[in-house]
């Protein structure tokens, strides 16, 4: 089956660098999202991006399909970026079926 | 913004008997989700579910599982019986269409002993 790999698994910064976070997916994707999940569990869509370069706010993120990889850059990062950034992906039918192993970010002051 | 509420946030349970996880999905959407993710491991797609109907589902979802959403109202995943592999935290989501960003529920915590 399709497998989700990001990396790398955690990572930590000083407030106001930037992070680079993977992924990389075993197979064809035509849906892939970025999440957030924070300490307490909860995740939040951050941003869609199946190919291409997208931006909102502090966060843009690149996936070149074919070569079936993704990164979200974080620019000028705050304490508040803390918790753990997961991949997902689905084909065709709109899913989410496969999600990663996260990045664990912790930004210090 | 809008979201989407789970109850109960936590729910413990002896193995063997029925528990049914209750979703509010966001009021406009069209598609729900479950998702189960263990302590310290990745989230994993249970089912979906459109216009009264499974959609998809994983093989995660074991004839023990059952979804449902009458009349509108809650959208409902039960368990039955549980078993202590059951244990794990269970996400709701909803989106307005097939392709559209989900709105994730803060999950609800269920222990089977």
């Known amino acids: 089956g399709q497998q989700v790999q990001q990396s790398p698994a955690s990572l930590v910064l000083q407030e106001g660098e930037n992070a680079e976070l993977q992924c990389n997916f075993s197979s064809t994707a035509t849906q892939l999202q970025w999440f957030y999940q924070s300490p307490g569990g909860s995740l939040v869509s951050l941003l869609s991006?199946?190919?291409g370069t997208k931006h909102t706010g502090r966060l843009t993120s690149t996936t070149v399909t074919k070569e079936r990889r993704s990164s979200l850059h974080i620019s000028s990062s705050q304490t508040t970026d803390s918790g753990t950034y997961l991949c997902a992906i689905g084909a065709n039918s709109g899913t989410y079926q496969r999600f990663g192993t996260g990045t664990k970010l912790q930004v210090v002051p | 913004g809008p979201k989407v509420l789970q109850i109960p946030s936590h729910q413990i349970i002896d193995m063997g008997q029925m528990v049914t996880l209750n979703c509010d999905p966001v009021?406009?959407?069209?598609?729900f989700y479950w998702y189960k993710q263990i302590l310290g491991q990745q989230m994993e797609f249970l089912v979906n579910f459109y216009n009264g109907k499974v959609m998809e589902k994983s093989k995660l979802f074991k004839d023990q599982f059952s979804v449902e959403r009458p009349d509108g109202s809650y959208f409902t995943l039960k368990i039955q019986p549980t078993a202590l592999e059951d244990s794990a935290v269970y996400f709701c989501?909803?989106?307005?269409?097939?392709?559209?960003?989900?709105?994730f529920g803060s999950g609800t915590r269920l222990l089977v002993i």
């Open positions: 009021s406009n959407h069209l598609y």
């Open positions: 991006n199946p190919s």
């Open positions: 989501a909803s989106s307005f269409g097939s392709n559209s960003d989900y709105t």
